[in-house]
């Protein structure tokens, strides 16, 4: 229900009704909304959103990093088995000041995942696979644009054929050199 409608339109009475259980046993269960959100969270990072953590570690080029990252975003972003778009990036779009906390962590999260983007195209440029001009911190910053917008596109409809083109077009603006 998070990643469908947000964290503030998600209410414990939609969260009860789905789950099929009373708002007494949601509270004993997890305390409140926002650590039943904050578990959600965990568990789509060690699912469905893992991707992005397997590219990061597993690939050794940047270039090769950022191809997987988009090519695995628009599989992922599109797949039928839950909500399109990536829950990290919509989850938290249009919160109230009451949910701060929750859209502070979700920041967080997401600057992780481009500070480890940036680490990996600063390696690049010191390994001499990305000139010493590059600006490792614009081009991460780009990539991850591309990805928020990737997941905007699919929360509109866009299907996997459609954002594998962005991811293309986005592979294009890799720099030269």
Request: hydrophobic share 45%; proline share 3%; net charge negative.
């Amino acid at each position: 229900m998070f990643w469908e409608h947000g964290y503030d339109a998600t209410s414990v009475s939609l969260l009860t009704t789905t789950l099929g259980i009373g708002a007494p046993s949601l509270y004993a269960a997890f305390g409140d909304k926002q650590t039943l959100f904050l578990e959600a969270v965990d568990r789509y990072l060690a699912t469905y959103g893992a991707f992005v953590a397997r590219a990061l570690a597993e690939e050794s080029q940047a270039r090769r990093t950022v191809e997987r990252l988009l090519r695995e975003a628009s599989a992922a972003y599109t797949s039928p088995e839950h909500p399109r778009g990536c829950l990290l990036i919509s989850a938290t779009t249009n919160c109230s000041p009451q949910s701060a906390g929750v859209a502070a962590r979700l920041r967080e999260l997401r600057t992780g995942g481009l500070r480890a983007l940036e680490a990996k195209f600063a390696d690049a440029i010191q390994a001499g696979k990305l000139t010493a001009d590059t600006d490792a911190h614009a081009l991460a910053t780009f990539y991850a644009a591309v990805l928020q917008g990737m997941s905007a596109q699919a929360r509109d409809g866009a299907g996997k054929d459609d954002l594998q083109h962005i991811a293309d077009a986005a592979m294009r603006a890799w720099p030269s050199g």
